[in-house]
């Protein structure tokens, strides 16, 4: 069993940056792709970021292109631990933010096996 635990939310203003963190507990193999997912009020859960196994401990890395060029995601091994750093907030980054690992099929749904419990991110204008 897995479980993921995000840090880092709050409440900050447009133009601002924030990074979030999630910690995974249980197994987790290299291999494995992480990435978030944010949920903004009253719609659907919608693709983030993702990093995907390329080859001997390097990284693919994939975003949205609504945070392509502001989002960045890392993530290190050795700590069991994602990490996305938000620059150049905007209100419509307002959202509840996910962590998930391992993608079932396509790594841009929301379809992976374990989530973390979500940290709320609010950008106010």
């Known amino acids: 069993q897995v479980q993921l635990v995000e840090s880092g939310g709050g409440l900050v203003q447009a133009g601002d940056s924030l990074s979030l963190s999630c910690t995974a507990s249980g197994r987790i193999f290299s291999t494995d792709a992480m990435g978030w997912f944010r949920q903004p009020p009253g719609k659907e859960r919608e693709f983030v970021a993702t990093?995907?196994?390329?080859?001997?401990?390097?990284?693919?890395?994939h975003y949205a292109s609504s945070v392509r060029g502001r989002f960045i995601i890392a993530r290190d091994n050795t700590k069991n631990t994602l990490y996305l750093r938000m620059n150049s907030l905007k209100p419509e980054d307002t959202a509840i933010y996910y962590c998930?690992?391992?993608?079932?099929?396509?790594?841009?749904?929301?379809?992976?096996?374990?989530w973390g419990q979500g940290t709320q991110v609010t950008v106010s204008s």
């Open positions: 990093t995907t196994w390329k080859s001997a401990l390097m990284y693919d890395t």
């Open positions: 998930a690992v391992r993608a079932r099929t396509s790594i841009y749904t929301a379809n992976y096996d374990y």
